[in-house]
């Protein structure tokens, strides 16, 4: 390369700023091979309206256009097409596993009147649970870690009985978990449950028998 | 090479020594760099080493939030991220390839001779190659060396790589591999979440 470039001969030495999509994260002028297009375009709008001008003009899209030969282009348009297509989907599905995604919030026994709480499933809606955990043990005042679960994942686990305000507290402050999508499970009250019924279908059977 | 997500690996602190051995190295592969060293890593920053997949080392700042400088295939040479060769396109070896090939190499292919030879494309030319292009250099460049891969028609490079043929033999056969295993736009050490 040798001594052509201009940079080296300013004094200062400055890094360029490059402006990247805020949707497909490439520099602007590559949005339109990433197949969100469209969204890629009203962001830019949006964000940096200049730089749209000069990227989206009509001179510029036939200038990208006359430099391919015809059949090339139909190619590169299916292509690009197929990609679309494929983004879509996939952000589709995307967005149908968030609505589906549970959290669990969960009061495990620990030793007679001493509970855990464990909250599993935050990471469908894209809370890094490290940093989550953290901010409970700071709001609670208490032990707060994340731990690898039985049947495979990680959940958060948190120290005492704090159901009530933990459910308050997520939906209070990551706006991005649906209120409904939150279930509270109580497991010490489920098998006293349980055990109530098998004990009442037991007398009833008992008497059922006289 | 990183066509595929990759998952956060350990991060793990250089120490100081190491760090100037990396500072240095970086110098002597790219010595354009050299007058931007400072901004590039700062002697009093904490330089932060990720394991990725396939024996891949990347040196990133420890800043918030963190940002990505070089990484290195075992003991090949260290190869800029495109972050960085966006800060500062002018300090490495360039080529440019034409629009055509864009969307292949986009999508993870090999770089293939033919996008670079053809009229979009730009090799370095011992008679230079005009007043516009003078920064694709005038010296053939052997295989192994490091290129930064930019776009007809585009602003910024879209692709860092080791050559696999020399530009001379690229000229000669049009045929072929140019770069294989590079790092490209929106591949996965692109996307890689570092916090």
Redesign the interface.
């Known amino acids: ?2 001594d ?5 001969a300013e004094s200062i ?6 402006v990247y999509c805020g949707v ?4 602007p ?2 949005c339109e ?2 197949g969100t297009t469209k969204k890629c375009e009203e962001w830019l709008k949006k964000h940096h309206p200049s730089l749209h001008g000069e990227l989206y003009s009509e001179a510029a899209i036939e ?2 256009l006359s ?2 030969s015809l059949d ?1 282009q139909k190619r ?1 348009e299916k ?2 097409q197929k ?1 679309a297509a494929k983004a879509a989907t996939a952000e589709a599905k995307e967005v149908e596993k968030k609505a589906a995604a549970k959290v669990y919030i969960k009061r495990v026994e620990r030793n007679k009147r001493k509970y855990v709480t464990a909250v599993a499933g935050l990471e469908e809606h894209g809370l890094e649970l490290k940093k989550v955990a953290k901010d409970l043990g700071k709001k609670f005042a208490t032990g707060s870690s994340v731990t690898k679960m039985a049947a495979g994942g990680e959940e958060i686990t948190v120290q005492g009985d704090l159901t009530e305000g933990l459910l308050e507290y997520i939906v209070k402050t990551y706006k991005g978990v649906p209120e409904d999508n939150i279930e509270c499970i109580d497991e010490s009250k489920k098998k006293k449950a349980a055990a109530a019924a098998a004990a009442i279908a037991a007398t009833e059977a008992g008497l059922q028998g006289r | 090479m990183f066509k595929k997500e990759i998952p956060p690996g350990t991060k793990s602190k250089v120490k100081s020594s190491v760090q100037r051995g990396i500072r240095s190295k970086a110098i002597e592969t790219y010595p354009l760099l050299e007058p931007y060293m400072d901004e590039i890593m700062p002697k009093k920053e904490q330089l932060d080493m990720i394991k990725l997949p396939d024996r891949v080392t990347l040196y990133a700042l420890s800043a918030s939030p963190v940002v990505p400088l070089f990484w290195q295939h075992m003991d090949d040479p260290l190869i800029p991220h495109l972050r960085l060769v966006h800060r500062f396109p002018d300090c490495f070896h360039r080529i440019r390839i034409d629009r055509g090939a864009i969307r292949f190499v986009l999508s993870g292919a090999a770089l293939m001779t033919p996008g670079a030879t053809s009229p979009g494309g730009r090799l370095p030319e011992a008679d230079g190659n005009g007043e516009e292009d003078y920064r694709y250099g005038t010296e053939e460049l052997a295989p192994g060396t490091v290129v930064v891969v930019e776009a007809e028609g585009k602003e910024n490079a879209c692709m860092v790589g080791q050559l696999k043929v020399g530009t001379k033999e690229m000229k000669a056969t049009k045929k072929g591999a140019a770069v294989e295993a590079g790092h490209y736009l929106g591949d996965g050490l692109w996307n890689l979440h570092l916090d």
């Open positions: 390369m040798g052509n470039g201009v940079a080296g030495p400055q890094s360029k700023v490059v497909c994260s490439l520099p002028e590559y091979f990433g200038a990208n430099t391919l090339a590169a292509d690009a990609k």
